[in-house]
């Protein structure tokens, strides 16, 4: 006999199963402890699942989910009602994993405007802390989310939400005044009393020198290995989303192929007639069948 048929199938990870929540000093700590954190952008349930069942430290409520999830061309129409909403859902996915909610496009203008929508996605949505965009322009904004008790973290470099005064998606701090600029958001944002800040779209060297300079931990997307973790879109890592595909961003696999081949077999075996089988169908007692057959006839001559 096979030796290798005797060896037990590894049983498939489990979202229910015992697994303890990263504590927002365990995320801050982590740029002493020189663990890398994994933060994955998830906008629904079932992703939020898959990130809590591989392992992600942090499930981030990105508003990219206005494209990826809504089909939006940016992230510019998602609301606060929609990020609550999508929030919810990833709590439920994940009730295990640490859930960052970002605020979107103008819901942090004003102090008081920011304070009401950071409190929507802790009370409303249970989420673990909120991520607005920006650096020392909004300083004294990060400040007042932070000092009402509410993590926070920030968004430097490439920031979505400020997308048309950079004339589109463009690599930030390429040269050293802007890269200097970069800096001083991110100071900034430290001095704000964030416990982490994300770079998007800064120059590798660029984002480990500042990275340097820090004393919480920073993520990069787009940004090199030298920041203190990193994040990535669960649908674009996952070939989910097609439409199209950032220079930063690696596919792990291809589930749109496999999706789409799945559904191209279903079509072509309904046109057959090859499905739905016996084995895919609900059977009934021969004698209540034949019974039934009687009634329908008899109801011919009524």
Not at 248 to 274: D, H, M, P
Request: proline content about 5%.
């Amino acid at each position: 006999m096979n030796d290798t048929a005797k060896k037990p199938v590894a049983a498939a990870p489990s979202s229910h199963q015992e697994r303890k929540k990263r504590t927002i000093t365990e995320i801050r700590d982590s740029k002493q402890t020189g663990e890398k954190m994994v933060y994955m952008s998830v906008p629904d349930y079932t992703s939020a699942k898959w990130a809590e069942m591989a392992g992600v430290d942090v499930a981030v409520v990105g508003d990219s989910l206005a494209m990826v999830a809504h089909g939006h061309p940016s992230t510019i129409p998602a609301t606060m009602d929609m990020m609550v909403m999508h929030a919810l859902a990833v709590r439920r996915g994940a009730p295990n994993t640490f859930v960052l909610g970002c605020m979107p496009y103008q819901s942090y203008n004003t102090i008081d405007r920011a304070l009401t929508n950071a409190a929507r996605f802790m009370q409303e949505a249970g989420s673990d802390a909120v991520k607005p965009q920006g650096g020392k322009s909004q300083a004294h904004i990060l400040k007042a989310i932070v000092d009402a008790g509410i993590p926070t973290a920030s968004h430097i470099g490439l920031t979505p939400h400020t997308i048309a005064m950079f004339g589109g998606f463009k690599i930030q701090g390429r040269t050293a005044d802007a890269a200097m600029k970069i800096l001083e958001d991110a100071l900034a944002i430290e001095d704000a009393g964030c416990f982490m800040l994300e770079f998007e779209a800064v120059p590798a060297k660029i984002a480990e020198v500042i990275s340097r300079q820090l004393t919480i931990p920073t993520i990069g997307i787009g940004a090199g290995v030298g920041t203190d973790g990193q994040i990535l879109l669960c649908y674009d890592l996952l070939g989910v989303f097609t439409d199209f595909k950032p220079k930063f961003t690696k596919r792990y696999t291809n589930l749109t192929e496999v999706a789409v081949g799945g559904i191209q077999q279903y079509v072509a075996e309904v046109k057959s007639g090859k499905f739905p089988d016996d084995q895919h169908s609900y059977s009934v007692k021969d004698d209540e069948f034949e019974k039934f057959l009687r009634l329908v006839e008899k109801r011919k001559h009524i």
